[in-house]
């Protein structure tokens, strides 16, 4: 399985964890936890995958430099190709599918800020992606959600109806290249893959996620990181 990582995330909301470790506020996924660069438990959880297969780290060139380093560091013994990315997400996942080799035919797209996915993940998400074209990891919603307008509640959804959206998710290359050509065409701004998808009418299957795989944003969610990382050892 070929497997995409979008990792140019800026940490804009990583204000307090930057100063603490005395780095200029670049990319949040070189931000230390325990001991490791956020992008290396990532990478090694693609690592200790059974169905990873190729890896694609999509980013900035002038955050290379560290990335290879750490690469370096961790041994992996895949291969690693690292992708230029674009001005958005959207726009990174469209430069790293045209650097996909000419017979990949599935893929996995799994942001580097979700560095707590098991490798047991990437492999179930590969397996599940056999008997379909699309799919996203994703967890049932505990709260009770609100539509809010002008200040103002104005729906409630059924709670049982609604999932939250992680990665990895997978899909088809060629029917996903389709997607985002049509969503360059029509101008269509989305935050997932599994929303271009959706855009183009084509079914998204929901594929049980991981309570624990959640994406490191803030200084709050760095610290839940490590204490997870922490009872997992």
């Excluded at 995330?9 to 490791?36: E, F, I, T, V, Y």
């Excluded at 959880?45 to 297969?53: G, H, P, V």
């Excluded at 799994?110 to 967890?139: K, M, N, S």
Aim: charged content about 20%; hydrophobic content about 40%.
């Amino acid at each position: 399985m070929y497997l995409l990582i979008p990792a140019a995330g800026s940490g804009q909301r990583m204000g307090s964890a930057w100063q603490r470790q005395n780095k200029a506020p670049r990319n949040k996924l070189l931000l230390d936890l325990l001991g490791r660069p956020i992008l290396a438990w990532t990478l090694l959880a693609a690592e200790a995958s059974q169905t990873i297969e190729w890896i694609g780290i999509i980013g900035q060139p002038f955050d290379w430099d560290d990335f290879k380093e750490i690469v370096q560091s961790l041994k992996l013994t895949k291969p690693v190709h690292f992708i230029q990315g674009g001005t958005t997400r959207q726009e990174s996942v469209y430069n790293g599918l045209q650097a996909l080799p000419p017979e990949a035919e599935q893929v996995l797209i799994h942001d580097g800020a979700r560095c707590l996915a098991t490798p047991e993940l990437f492999d179930r998400c590969t397996e599940a992606l056999q008997t379909c074209d699309g799919l996203v990891a994703a967890i049932p919603v505990k709260d009770t959600i609100k539509v809010v307008s002008e200040g103002l509640v104005a729906s409630t959804p059924e709670r049982s109806q609604l999932w939250a959206a992680q990665t990895p998710q997978g899909f088809s290359v060629p029917l996903l290249k389709k997607c985002h050509l049509e969503g360059r065409t029509q101008g269509w701004e989305v935050t997932d893959d599994a929303a271009l998808f959706e855009q183009c009418q084509l079914p998204v299957q929901i594929l049980p996620g991981e309570e624990t795989n959640l994406k490191v944003t803030t200084p709050m969610d760095l610290a839940i990181a490590e204490f997870i990382l922490r009872q997992r050892d």
